[in-house]
């Protein structure tokens, strides 16, 4: 699928699905295109790139997302080796009375 940006003669910009460009091309050859402001039919694409899949948003999101994971997994290490750090300064501590 292919989305496009398209304007009808009264720059009404809008965005329509296709199956592919050939798809697009054999509508708006045929009329079948129509823009939904004023029901022109006479379509362009507008002067922008097709956008395929993810946008950039949708992309930074997810890499933000597992930032957040990747971050919230070394707190919790953080937080475990604390725990274990002051677990074995506990025992080392009476380790060392027991020595005296
Ligand atoms: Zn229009």
Same mark, same amino acid.
């Given at each position: 699928?292919?989305?496009?940006?398209?304007?009808?003669? %009264?720059?009404? +910009?809008?965005? *329509?699905?296709?199956?592919?460009? /050939?798809?697009?091309? =054999?509508?708006?050859?045929?009329?079948?295109?129509?823009?939904?402001?004023?029901?022109?039919?006479?379509?362009?694409?507008?002067?922008?790139?097709?956008?395929?899949?993810?946008? %950039?948003?949708? +992309?930074?999101? *997810?890499?933000?997302?597992?930032? /957040?994971?990747?971050? =919230?997994?070394?707190?919790?290490?953080?937080?475990?080796?604390?725990?274990?750090?002051?677990?074995?300064?506990?025992?080392?501590?009476?380790?060392?009375?027991?020595?005296?």
């Amino acid at each position: 699928m292919i989305k496009y940006e398209l304007k009808c003669r %009264k720059d009404h +910009v809008f965005e *329509a699905w296709f199956y592919d460009s /050939a798809t697009y091309d =054999k509508q708006a050859a045929g009329g079948k295109i129509v823009c939904p402001v004023c029901n022109s039919r006479k379509i362009t694409k507008a002067p922008m790139a097709p956008r395929i899949g993810k946008s %950039k948003g949708e +992309v930074a999101a *997810a890499e933000a997302k597992e930032v /957040a994971v990747a971050m =919230k997994a070394l707190r919790e290490l953080r937080d475990h080796v604390e725990k274990n750090a002051d677990y074995v300064g506990d025992q080392f501590a009476e380790e060392a009375r027991k020595i005296h």
